[in-house]
């Protein structure tokens, strides 16, 4: 899979990104997670994003500048179960220093794009910790609104999030 848009390029992740995206996956990057990332940690990520592709034909996706050619980030979809539901999850991570430059919501945007269009998909969600401020931003400036509050647990701890949701006719 390859997306272009105006600075980003989406493509597959490969298993040659792990450097990259062991630079990505820091602690100040990943504090929604509520641990830091070990190389293992990084390492069954990526194993877990290239099997999502060849069961599903989508995951996350690397994210590179198209000015350099840098992985930046993570962007892509998922399939996340909420409540009794398997549903089509955007979602994304970008390095701490690449924050507040537009690129989660330019890529997510593409992702969104191609979600309805090529995937006919019916509607899309973004699940993010409650806590997650900037990810929260990132759901509404893609036409999602708050759909359910649930909590998840991940690594023995209980994490509040808000499932937010985007319909095909609302886009």
């Known amino acids: ?29 990943m ?24 069961i599903w034909g989508f995951s996350l996706c690397a994210v590179e ?13 998922t399939v996340q179960d909420l409540f009794d539901m398997r549903v089509p999850e955007i979602g994304y991570v970008f390095s701490r220093e690449h924050w507040h430059h537009g ?31 900037a990810s929260r931003r990132v759901a509404l400036r893609l036409g999602m609104r708050p759909a359910a509050v649930f909590m998840k647990r991940y690594r023995g701890m209980d994490m509040p999030h808000i499932a937010y949701r985007l319909r095909r006719e609302e886009a």
């Open 1 to 29: 899979m390859r997306l272009e848009t105006g600075r980003l390029i989406l493509r597959d992740l490969v298993p040659e990104d792990f450097g990259a995206l062991r630079r990505i996956m820091d602690p100040d990057t």
């Open 31 to 54: 504090w929604a997670y509520g641990h830091a990332f070990t190389d293992a940690d990084v390492a069954a990520w990526l194993s877990r994003q290239i099997e999502r592709r060849e």
């Open 65 to 77: 500048l198209r000015e350099t050619g840098e992985l930046i980030g993570q962007c892509g979809l």
């Open 103 to 133: 690129y989660a919501t330019e890529a997510a945007m593409a992702v969104r794009d191609r979600a309805f269009g090529e995937l006919g998909l019916g509607e899309v969600y973004a699940m993010v910790r409650d806590v997650n401020h």
